[in-house]
């Protein structure tokens, strides 16, 4: 299946491997990734290849990922490199966000008012306020909510 021209048969080979994964397939999923960046090839490299691996070759993923694909690859690299989700802040800062919520982690409200600032109008806004909350920043969610009737008469 995974070496189908096809999209469908590659298709059931990942959801194969997903349900039955073994590292013996490392090697073909990485050919696989090369030639054809299919999302659910990439669905397994994130889940099931090691953080070496992802950290050697995040650049080269993040291009073709979505946006919970991103957090899912952060939330893996921070198990072993917990210094990488630096790299994240700069990428896509909501995204930074929650995954220091899904690794216990907070930010300063120095940084968390910059990223509100910067995200205002972003449609994950909501994300990034549940995130916020789960940090226990209060005062910035009674800031934002405190400014929202401006925003909205503007």
Same mark, same amino acid.
């Given at each position: 299946?995974?070496?189908?021209?096809?999209?469908?048969?590659?298709?059931?080979?990942?959801?194969?491997?997903n349900k039955n994964w073994n590292?013996?397939?490392?090697?073909?999923?990485?050919?696989?990734?090369?030639?054809?960046?299919?999302?659910?090839?990439?669905?397994?490299?994130?889940?099931?290849?090691?953080?070496?691996?992802?950290?050697?070759?995040?650049m080269d993923l993040i291009p073709?990922?979505? @946006? $919970?694909?991103?957090?899912?690859?952060? +939330? =893996?690299?921070?198990?072993?490199?917990?210094? %990488?989700?630096? &790299? /994240? *802040?700069?990428?896509?800062?909501? @995204? $930074?966000?929650?995954?220091?919520?899904? +690794? =216990?982690?907070?930010?300063?409200?120095?940084? %968390?008012?910059? &990223? /509100? *600032?910067?995200?205002?109008?972003?449609?994950?806004?909501?994300?990034?306020?549940?995130?916020?909350?789960?940090?226990?920043?209060?005062?910035?969610?009674?800031?934002?909510?405190?400014?929202?009737?401006?925003?909205?008469?503007?």
């Open positions: 299946f995974l070496t189908s021209k096809s999209y469908r048969n590659r298709d059931r080979g990942y959801k194969k491997l590292s013996k397939y490392q090697e073909q999923i990485e050919q696989v990734w090369i030639k054809f960046h299919d999302n659910k090839c990439l669905d397994l490299i994130i889940n099931y290849f090691p953080a070496e691996f992802l950290y050697n070759n995040h073709y990922a979505e @946006s $919970y694909q991103i957090s899912r690859l952060f +939330i =893996n690299l921070s198990k072993e490199r917990p210094h %990488a989700i630096g &790299i /994240l *802040k700069k990428i896509d800062p909501i @995204s $930074y966000a929650y995954v220091l919520v899904k +690794i =216990n982690k907070t930010i300063s409200n120095k940084d %968390a008012r910059e &990223i /509100l *600032k910067e995200k205002m109008k972003d449609e994950k806004i909501g994300l990034l306020l549940w995130c916020f909350g789960k940090m226990g920043k209060w005062d910035i969610l009674v800031d934002y909510i405190e400014k929202l009737p401006q925003r909205v008469h503007k």
